[in-house]
Nanobody, 130 residues
Framework: QVRLVDSGGASVQAGGSLRLSCTYSGFDPDDYYCLAWFRQAPGKLREAVAMLDNHPSTLYKNSLKGRVTISQDNSKNTLYLQVNNLRPDDTAMYYC???????????????????????WGQGTQVTVSS
């Protein structure tokens, strides 16, 4: 059973940076997987922020390219999301997600997406004040 634990959210000033972490476990070494970060702000649909797989490929939400970086440390079984130059509209609950039945696809960034992902972290809150 895959398990994900998110952490690293905080309240920060606009212009600051954060690194979110997601510790994962339960993958089979032969799995083809996709790991992703999603976020959901109050009153808004969930949106994909960034994702990577073991093809390997890395994909980003177009509007966030240049401000976010997704990475993975296999030795620590940890997924990261670095977010720089934070803005108030980055305020949201951030979730890591995983699927172990295939790679990532750009269609996974469609608004309201995430249904392809089987496993979810509990979420970590990011609040950005101006």
């Amino acid at each position: 059973q895959v398990r994900l634990v998110d952490s690293g959210g905080a309240s920060v000033q606009a212009g600051g940076s954060l690194r979110l972490s997601c510790t994962y476990s339960g993958f089979d070494p032969d799995d083809y997987y996709c790991l992703a970060w999603f976020r959901q702000a109050p009153g808004k649909l969930r949106e994909a922020v960034a994702m990577l797989d073991n093809h390997p490929s890395t994909l980003y939400k177009n509007s966030l390219k240049g401000r976010v970086t997704i990475s993975q440390d296999n030795s620590k079984n940890t997924l990261y999301l670095q977010v720089n130059n934070l803005r108030p509209d980055d305020t949201a609950m951030y979730y890591c997600a995983a699927k172990n039945d295939g790679f990532c696809y750009s269609s996974y960034f469609d608004v309201g997406s995430g249904t392809q992902f089987t496993y979810w972290g509990q979420g970590t809150q990011v609040t950005v004040s101006s």
